[in-house]
Nanobody
Framework: QVQLVESGGGLVQPGGSLRLSCVAS????????MGWYRQAPGKQRELVAS???????NYADSVKGRFTVSRDNAKNTVYLQMNSLKPEDTAVYYC??????????????WGQGTQVTVSS
């Protein structure tokens, strides 16, 4: 099996910064695209940013220029650096990854989520 474990959420004032981390562990052959999604109360889950195994990135328009996604393939870890945070960034942030597993092939996995609250 595979697990994704997020960390780094919390309460921050508007204009502040947070860095989220997500570590993948288990029967992993290869981690393909990794990404961050978020879900605010009463809203659908949305893509925030993603990064391919080659380092190609994609961002939601609402976070471009403020958030940066990166990964450390040696550590099976993806990061989300969030700067200039706004109250509308408040949400549960979820890690997502397409992972090639031993004997099974490619499967998609979600982390348990980490709360980010932007408030004064």
């Amino acid at each position: 099996q595979v697990q994704l474990v997020e960390s780094g959420g919390g309460l921050v004032q508007p204009g502040g910064s947070l860095r989220l981390s997500c570590v993948a562990s288990g029967s992993i052959v290869r981690i393909n695209t990794m990404g961050w999604y978020r879900q605010a109360p009463g809203k659908q889950r949305e893509l925030v940013a993603s990064i391919t195994s080659a380092g190609g990135t994609n961002y939601a328009d609402s976070v471009k220029g403020r958030f940066t996604v990166s990964r450390d393939n040696a550590k099976n870890t993806v990061y989300l650096q969030m700067n200039s945070l706004k109250p509308e960034d408040t949400a549960v942030y979820y890690c997502n990854a397409d992972i090639t597993m031993v004997f099974i092939g490619v499967r998609n996995f979600w982390g348990q989520g980490t709360q980010v609250t932007v408030s004064s």
